[in-house]
């Protein structure tokens, strides 16, 4: 199946600190990804939508202003944690859907970044 | 929240025995799919139904949809250890593009 690779795969940062993740489709041009926040024991709550060449599609109850997303290209997709807190210690995942799969095709899933804000 | 629930949340079985997990969900989709997540890593993809299809199987893994009742299930046959993990259900909805998670089960088999 297709490749999506996400980058770092684990962060410690400062609290007040900006902290970047990029998801990266390695053999497929995704013009749409997503972006998901998984807490320990729990599921994954969808964050927004990242359309190429758009803005951001964000789901209720999440701030925009903090989690800066970027879709500078159709491979790359970058999430920006602005101004982190220790709440925002979390397990980010990102997903692309593969055009060649049709609109509702399978989506592939990055490895994960875990984040841990001090 | 367009969340879909799942149950149970946690379900422990002996090895060889069958696994039923339930996935529950609230809007119009496209497709269903499973999910496997072993703990702290990442997501793996089992199996997509789509809405037009009541019954799929791949391997020890049987999964139905009922769209009247919003709702599919997991059934994993003759159980074994390594299927230890996590499972979801995730949707993908037909009223725009987006992907949601079921709550999951946390299914843990017993040697």
């Known amino acids: 199946g297709a490749v999506v690779s996400q980058h770092p795969s684990w962060v410690i940062c400062k609290s007040g600190t900006s902290v970047k993740i990029e998801c990266r489709s390695l053999d497929f041009q995704a013009t749409t990804m997503f972006w998901y926040r998984q807490f320990p024991k729990q599921s994954l709550m969808l964050m927004a939508t990242s359309n190429e060449g758009s803005k951001a599609t964000y789901e209720q109850g999440v701030e925009k202003d903090k989690f800066l997303i970027n879709h500078a290209s159709l491979t790359l997709s970058t999430l920006t944690v602005t101004s982190a807190h220790p709440e925002d210690s979390s397990f980010y995942i990102c997903?692309?859907?593969?055009?060649?799969?049709?609109?509702?095709?399978?989506?592939?899933f990055g490895p994960g970044t875990r984040l841990t804000v001090l | 929240s367009q969340q879909g629930e799942e149950d149970p949340q946690a379900l422990s079985i002996q090895e060889g025995e069958n696994a039923t997990m339930n996935c529950s969900y609230k809007t119009s989709i496209n497709n269903l799919q499973w999910y496997r997540q072993n703990s702290g890593r990442g997501l793996v993809h089992l199996i997509l139904i789509r809405s037009n299809e009541r019954e799929k199987h791949s391997g020890r893994l049987r999964v139905t949809l009922d769209t009247s009742k919003k709702s599919s299930s997991l059934l994993i046959t003759a159980s074994r250890a390594a299927d230890t993990a996590s499972y979801f259900c995730a949707t993908d909805t037909s009223t725009g593009n987006q992907f949601y998670f079921g709550t999951g089960t946390s299914l843990t088999v017993i040697p």
């Open positions: 997903s692309a859907r593969d055009p060649r799969g049709g609109q509702y095709g399978e989506q592939f």
